[in-house]
C-alpha cells in the first residue's frame, strides 16, 4: 500500500467562491463598515465582507482557528479579529488593512483564546482581551505593530472579564466589564502602565456601550445600568419594572439619547435613554449578538444565535429577515433540482443516517441508526417497504448506487462496507477494515470503490474481489475523513474531515492536488457538482462553502 504524508504548504490553494453561513454565537460579531457599504461578520476562520448592495462576497484568509471577536477601526482603515487556540497555544490577533484586503499585522500574546478587542478612537491603538485561561489586558501600538503594556483584566477577588469598549473620543480611556467587575482604565504612554479604577456596581455585566459622559451596561439580570465615567458611580439602573428577558445582551446608542437593545430571549427593543422603559420592540427567533447600525441610524442591522440576520428601519421598527443560515452542523448536501413529493415518516428506529436515490426515480435506498439498509419504492403519491436488509452492526453512514440501478454500497461504523444487489435483497461482497467507515464512492467505471474514515486512510478496492485493499492513502494528518466524492470522468476526488481541510487528490497517482483552508469545523460532506465546475463542502459549524473546483474535466 502507498503512504503518502500530505504537507499542505506547498500544495496550491483552493479559490473560494461563495459562503452561505454567520455564526451568530460570537459576540457583537455583524459589524457594518465606516464606509456603510458592507457588513463584516464571522464564520469559521474566515471574516466575510459583504456588499450591502448586491450581496458580493470577499474573504479574509488568515486564521487556523474559528474567529471569536472583530473590531472595526472608526476611520475605518482597519479591522481585527482574534481567534481561539487549543491549551496550551497562543491565540493570534490578526489587524486587517481593510483597503488592500490584506493582514497588516499578526499579534501573538494571549493564551488558548482572544475575548475581545477595540480600536482607540483615532486609530492608535488596538486593545486585547484574553480569554478565561488568559484573564490579562494588553494595549498594542499599531503603527509599530508592538504590544506597549499588559495588566491581569480584574482583581483576583472579581470574575472574568468578557467585554471592552473604547472611549469614543479619548485614546487613553477605554473600559472592561465581566462578572462583578467594571473597570474604567487610563493608558499612561511615557511609563507603559495601564491604570484601572474599579466602579462599584456589582452584577454581571454582558455588554457595555458609552457616550462621552457615561458607560451603560447590560447585565445577565435584565438591568440597564448607567455609570458615570468621571466619577465611576451609578447614575442610574433600571428598568424598575418588567426587566429585560434573559439578560441584556447588546446596547447601541443612538445619537437621540434612546438606546437599542437586544436580549438573551431574542427581544429587540427601542427604549428610553433617561429611564431604560421599552419604547418599541420586536421578537426574534433565539438571542440577539448584534446589533450594527448603518449610516446615521435610519436602518440597522441585527444577528442572532438562530444563524439569522435581520434589517430594521428605525422609523417603524418593521423587520426584514435578509440571511438565514445553519446553527447547527451540516449533516450532508445534495446538489438537485425537485419539489417534495412525499415523505416517509419513522422509517428507521434510530434515525435515517443516509440516503441515496436510483437514476430512475423508482427507488431509494437509505440506512439507519440500528444498521438497517431499507429499499423503497417509490409510486406517485405513496410508498412501499420492498426489503429491510439487516447485515449491518452499527449506524450505516453512506450510501450509493451503482449506475444500472442494481447494485448498492453501504459503509458502517461496525467496520465494514458492504455491496448489496437491490434487485435479489442479497450480500455480493464484504469489506472489512479496522476502522468505522464514513464514506464510500463508486469510481465512474464502477470496477472499484474508494472507502474511508476514522483510520485517516483511504482504501481503493475491487468490487469483485473486496477481500482485502488494492491501495492505501494516508489521507489526514489528524481526524477522521468523514466526506468524499468522485469526479464524473474519474480522474479526482475530493475528502474532507476533522482537520477542516478540503483536499482534492489525483485517483490515479494517489496525490493532493489542491487544498482548500476556510472551515472552522469539522467537514460533515462533500460534493462536486456535476459541470465539475463547482466543489461544495458543509461543516459542523453550519457553514457551506462553495469552491472553484481547480482541474477542467475531460471531455
Not at 439578560?247 to 439619547?257: A, F, P
Not at 449578538?289 to 449610516?295: F, M, Q
Not at 445553519?326 to 443516517?353: R, S, Y
Request: charged content about 20%; glycine content about 10%.
Amino acid at each position: 500500500s502507498l503512504i503518502m504524508d500530505v504537507e499542505t504548504e506547498s500544495i496550491p490553494r483552493l479559490e473560494l467562491e461563495a459562503v452561505i453561513g454567520f455564526n451568530g454565537h460570537v459576540s457583537s460579531g455583524l459589524r457594518v463598515h465606516p464606509d456603510n457599504e458592507h457588513m463584516i461578520y464571522p464564520l469559521g476562520c474566515t471574516i466575510i465582507l459583504k456588499r450591502i448592495k448586491d450581496g458580493k462576497q470577499e474573504f479574509l484568509h488568515g486564521h487556523t482557528n474559528n474567529v471569536t471577536c472583530i473590531s472595526v477601526s472608526k476611520s475605518g482603515l482597519y479591522i481585527a479579529s482574534g481567534q481561539v487556540n487549543f491549551m496550551g497555544f497562543k491565540a493570534t490577533i490578526i489587524i486587517w488593512d481593510y483597503a488592500t484586503r490584506t493582514i497588516y499585522t499578526e499579534l501573538v500574546l494571549h493564551k488558548a483564546k482572544v475575548e475581545a478587542l477595540a480600536f482607540s478612537p483615532n486609530d492608535k491603538y488596538l486593545v486585547s482581551l484574553g480569554g478565561q485561561d488568559d484573564g490579562s489586558i494588553v494595549v498594542w501600538n499599531i503603527e509599530t505593530k508592538q504590544a506597549i503594556c499588559g495588566s491581569p483584566a480584574s482583581a483576583q477577588s472579581a470574575g472574568h472579564s468578557l467585554i471592552l469598549q473604547y472611549s469614543n473620543t479619548n485614546d487613553n480611556i477605554f473600559v472592561s466589564a465581566g462578572s462583578g467587575t467594571l473597570r474604567v482604565w487610563e493608558l499612561d504612554l511615557p511609563n507603559r502602565k495601564i491604570r484601572p479604577t474599579e466602579c462599584q456596581t456589582g452584577k454581571l455585566k454582558r455588554t457595555i456601550s458609552e457616550d462621552d459622559q457615561f458607560i451603560f451596561c447590560g447585565t445577565m439580570s435584565g438591568d440597564i445600568m448607567k455609570v458615570n465615567l468621571k466619577t465611576k458611580l451609578l447614575n442610574h439602573c433600571g428598568p424598575a419594572k418588567s426587566k429585560y428577558s434573559m439578560g441584556v445582551n447588546v446596547i447601541k446608542i443612538l445619537k437621540s439619547g434612546d438606546l437599542l437593545v437586544g436580549c438573551g430571549s431574542g427581544t429587540v427593543t427601542l427604549s428610553s435613554g433617561t429611564n431604560f422603559k421599552t419604547l418599541k420592540k420586536v421578537d426574534l427567533e433565539k438571542a440577539v449578538t448584534s446589533i450594527a447600525t448603518l449610516g446615521d441610524g435610519n436602518e440597522f442591522f441585527v444577528g442572532t444565535e438562530a444563524a439569522q440576520m435581520y434589517r430594521f428601519s428605525y422609523e417603524n421598527f418593521k423587520v426584514e429577515l435578509i440571511s438565514t443560515s445553519h446553527n447547527e452542523a451540516v449533516k450532508d448536501v445534495a446538489i438537485l433540482f425537485g419539489k417534495l413529493m412525499l415523505t416517509i415518516h419513522n422509517a428507521h428506529t434510530m434515525g435515517a443516517t443516509a440516503i441515496a436515490g436510483t437514476r430512475d426515480c423508482k427507488r431509494i435506498v437509505s440506512g439507519g441508526g440500528e444498521g438497517q439498509v431499507c429499499v423503497w419504492e417509490l409510486k406517485p403519491r405513496s410508498y412501499r417497504l420492498l426489503e429491510a436488509m439487516k447485515k449491518h452492526k452499527a449506524a450505516v453512514t453512506c450510501l450509493k448506487i451503482k449506475s444500472d440501478d442494481t447494485e448498492c454500497v453501504s459503509a458502517s461504523s461496525d467496520g465494514t462496507c458492504i455491496i448489496w444487489d437491490i434487485v435479489r435483497f442479497v450480500v455480493r461482497q464484504m469489506m472489512i477494515a479496522n476502522t468505522l467507515f464514513r464514506t464510500v464512492c463508486y469510481h465512474p467505471e464502477e470496477f472499484q470503490i474508494i472507502t474511508s474514515g476514522t483510520d485517516r486512510k483511504v482504501a481503493y478496492w475491487d468490487v469483485f474481489e473486496g477481500k482485502s485493499a488494492l491501495r492505501q492513502l494516508e489521507a489526514s494528518q489528524s481526524g477522521a475523513i468523514n466526506g468524499m466524492h468522485i469526479s464524473q470522468d474519474g480522474k479526482y476526488f475530493v475528502t474532507g474531515g476533522d482537520d477542516k481541510l478540503v483536499k482534492v487528490w489525483d485517483y490515479m497517482l494517489g496525490g493532493v492536488t489542491h487544498v482548500g483552508v476556510g472551515h472552522g469545523g469539522s467537514i460533515t460532506s462533500m460534493k462536486i457538482c456535476s459541470n465539475s465546475r463547482n466543489l461544495v463542502s458543509t461543516s459542523a459549524d453550519g457553514a457551506i462553502l462553495c469552491w472553484k473546483f481547480p482541474h477542467v474535466p475531460s471531455s
